[in-house]
């Protein structure tokens, strides 16, 4: 029996459960927004807010045990760089799971995890990007402006 045993098996090996999760954290890390079954989401979130904490420490063995876990370099890099400064200040709660809908084929319910300030990094980017495509003069406007 599984009295108080937490966690989700996922039908798999542990070695299999243990690559299946480190893929997803490493997505998610990268992409900083996935959508995915509700379980995996929820198993993904404990994973990745304890990476997000080593990121916010930031000492060595922080870095090194980040490297151990996660499978690639530059999702440790944008870890350490990018996220956990955004979250300096935070005491956890660095992630976001909303649920979606069903998928087609099995009915699984889908789930999209996200770090809680993804709407307004996104909102930023757009406006910078919006900026940019006005400031930018189109080539006829460039050759007036050169005679």
Do not use: C, W
């Not at 370099?73 to 979250?87: D, G, M, Q, S």
């Amino acid at each position: 029996m599984r009295h108080k045993r937490s966690g989700s098996n996922f039908g798999r090996t542990a070695n299999q459960r243990k690559a299946l999760l480190r893929g997803l954290v490493s997505a998610l890390i990268l992409q900083e927004r996935i959508e995915t079954t509700l379980a995996k989401a929820k198993e993904t979130r404990v994973i990745a807010e304890r990476f997000v904490t080593m990121g916010i420490k930031g000492d060595l063995n922080s870095r090194r045990l980040a490297l151990a876990g996660l499978p690639s370099k530059p999702a440790v890099a944008k870890l350490f760089n990018e996220i956990a400064p955004r979250f300096q200040g935070r005491n956890g709660g660095y992630l976001r799971i909303v649920q979606t809908r069903n998928r087609m084929g099995d009915s699984a319910p889908m789930a999209v995890i996200e770090f809680v300030d993804y709407e307004s990094r996104r909102q930023e980017a757009g406006k910078q990007a919006k900026e940019k495509k006005e400031k930018k003069p189109s080539g006829e406007q460039q050759k007036k402006e050169e005679k």
